[in-house]
DNA sequence: CATAAAACCTGCAGGC
DNA sequence: TGCCTGCAGGTTTTAT
């Protein structure tokens, strides 16, 4: 399940890939995870002749940087990218295939067809949704303590769903959030707004320090995720609570709890982070 | 306005 | 063996 470290990964491994490819036809099989233009074939055109010329990233979206165009990604849980020879067979769930002039193929694969694709003119792409209600990127200048402070302080809801709202700060997700609020010793059911000021700075700190930690080690492979190379992260190994119900807290040893908040899966060491 | 819940999908684990 | 239920998860849409 993609979330930034994992996404920024992708881009890399992408960018190495795709670069300076032009794309001579499109492939649409599941045109529900095309969102815009509306019609397949408009996407289509809108595509073909185009040459990749860069990728970057905004929260947990991957940016297409055409000649004239942007092609905003979203993997949601399971989407991957992969590049293919032509007469390679198309696997099984790969639902859009970018073919481009050198006989190769970018293919994008998602067993759940959450994902989604949108195409704007270039500079039209962060004015419409869905990246004009994006918080900032957890490595940008603008997110600060202060800031966070700001707006954690303006909502009664738990600190563990304001973590996920993309328009507070884009990038963290379910895994990430949890990880977080463990090192800042802070429980995820704690109100946003009685959150104290070295308390969000923690937390602030635990973000950064947490994402960055899993940029460097590649993302975390929980279930399926591998980059566009077929390469599985490592920071599962450094996980202290997601994915650990019942397995001793490595700081204190007690049991991990698993719990539903916002009706996500939530894990917390009671021990170490202190409702109060 | 703020917040919660449903919807979008499929695969898989667990219960019976 | 196999059917049925529930769960997983990011975001948008719909309901409260």
């Avoid at 990964?9 to 815009?36: A, C, G, H, M, Q």
């Avoid at 929260?59 to 993997?75: E, I």
């Avoid at 399971?78 to 970018?106: C, M, R």
């Avoid at 007690?254 to 894990?267: A, C, D, E, L, N």
Wanted: with cysteine; aromatic share 8%; glycine share 6%.
């Amino acid at each position: 399940m993609p979330e930034l470290p994992e996404v920024e990964t992708i881009k890399e491994t992408l960018k190495r890939l795709v670069i300076n490819k032009t794309i001579t036809d499109v492939s649409v099989y599941w045109p529900n995870i095309v969102k815009r233009p509306d019609d397949a074939e408009q996407f289509k055109h809108r595509l073909a002749g185009q040459t990749i010329r860069d990728i970057g990233r905004k929260g947990k979206f991957l940016l297409f940087q055409l000649d004239d165009a942007v092609l905003v990604s979203h993997l949601r849980m399971e989407g991957k990218y992969s590049v293919h020879p032509s007469n390679e067979p198309v696997k099984k769930h790969t639902h859009v295939i970018l073919a481009f002039s050198d006989g190769e193929e970018l293919r994008y694969n998602d067993v759940r067809k959450f994902g989604t694709m949108h195409v704007f003119d270039k500079g039209e792409e962060l004015v419409h949704k869905p990246l004009n209600q994006l918080g900032p990127d957890p490595f940008d200048a603008a997110f600060t303590a202060e800031y966070l402070y700001q707006r954690l302080k303006k909502t009664e809801r738990s600190i563990k769903t304001v973590l996920l709202d993309q328009t507070v700060v884009a990038g963290l997700g379910n895994i990430y959030v949890d990880e977080t609020l463990f090192k800042a010793n802070v429980h995820p059911l704690r109100k946003a707004s009685r959150l104290k000021k070295r308390e969000v700075k923690a937390i602030w700190e635990a973000a950064i320090a947490t994402l960055r930690e899993a940029v460097e080690m590649g993302g975390t492979t929980i279930r399926s995720y591998v980059n566009s190379q077929g390469d599985m992260g490592m920071f599962q190994q450094e996980l202290f609570v997601y994915g650990r119900e019942s397995e001793p807290c490595k700081m204190c040893g007690k049991p991990i709890v698993k719990m539903k908040i916002g009706g996500r899966g939530t894990h917390v060491c009671v021990a170490c982070q202190e409702m109060k």
